[in-house]
T-cell receptor, first 111, second 114 residues
Framework: GESVGLHLPTLSVQEGDNSIINCAYS??????FIWYKQESGKGPQFIID?????DKRQGQRVTVLLNKTVKHLSLQIAATQPGDSAVYFC??????????FGQGTRLTINP | NAGVMQNPRHLVRRRGQEARLRCSPM?????VYWYRQLPEEGLKFMVY????????ESGMPKERFSAEFPKEGPSILRIQQVVRGDSAAYFC????????????FGAGTRLSVL
């Protein structure tokens, strides 16, 4: 069945460093990918998305990379700040359909 | 422009009671999705609705769970005869019409079954 998984369940980085969160997906038919950030007690917050016809997309301090050959997605956060501490989920979908979420990576920032 | 509104934020029920979770999508959004999240896990899709139509309910348990999105009013996720295993956070998301499927999430309803 479809599945989206993450390589690492936790990631700890120094404040100011760059963070890279990875995600593997298995459904080659997925054409849309999203990264969400979820803080404790809150709902997922949209960060950035990318369609399957793209390899890279940049936002404010964040970059998403898509490697369709190995079905791999990554989220890069530049100059990580304390406010970036959260659980990060990747999700995939096909058109306007359900999102399939990964397990999540907990990002903690060391001062 | 209010976001996705869910209520109640917290709901406590005893086994056998009914739980009703409400979701008002963002203004202008016609697609509503419900997800369930257990502690330390990702969100699991339950159901996808448009006004007065269930589009995909492949993630809904066969019994006790139902969802609706009437022409007027919020979307409702209804759980009958709750059991302890129903304890979870239930999130609603909405999206506008279009090819991009950015789903905007509410703050969730945390259901505790005693």
């Amino acid at each position: 069945g479809e599945s989206v998984g993450l390589h690492l369940p936790t990631l700890s980085v120094q404040e100011g460093d760059n963070s890279i969160i990875n995600c593997a997906y298995s459904n080659s038919a997925s054409d849309y990918f999203i990264w969400y950030k979820q803080e404790s007690g809150k709902g997922p917050q949209f960060i950035i998305d990318i369609r399957s016809n793209m390899d890279k997309r940049q936002g404010q301090r964040v970059t998403v990379l898509l490697n369709k050959t190995v079905k791999h997605l990554s989220l890069q956060i530049a100059a990580t700040q304390p406010g970036d501490s959260a659980v990060y989920f990747c999700a995939e979908s096909q058109g306007a359909q359900k999102l399939v979420f990964g397990q999540g990576t907990r990002l903690t920032i060391n001062p | 422009n209010a976001g996705v509104m869910q209520n109640p934020r917290h709901l406590v029920r005893r086994r056998g009671q009914e739980a009703r979770l409400r979701c008002s999508p963002m203004k202008g959004h016609s697609h509503v999705y419900w997800y369930r999240q257990l502690p330390e896990e990702g969100l699991k899709f339950m159901v996808y609705l448009q006004k007065e139509n269930i589009i995909d309910e492949s993630g809904m348990p066969k019994e006790r769970f139902s969802a609706e999105f009437p022409k007027e009013g919020p979307s409702i996720l209804r759980i009958q005869q709750v059991v302890r295993g129903d304890s979870a956070a239930y999130f609603c998301a909405s999206s506008p019409l279009g090819l991009k499927n950015i789903q905007y999430f509410g703050a969730g309803t945390r259901l505790s079954v005693l």
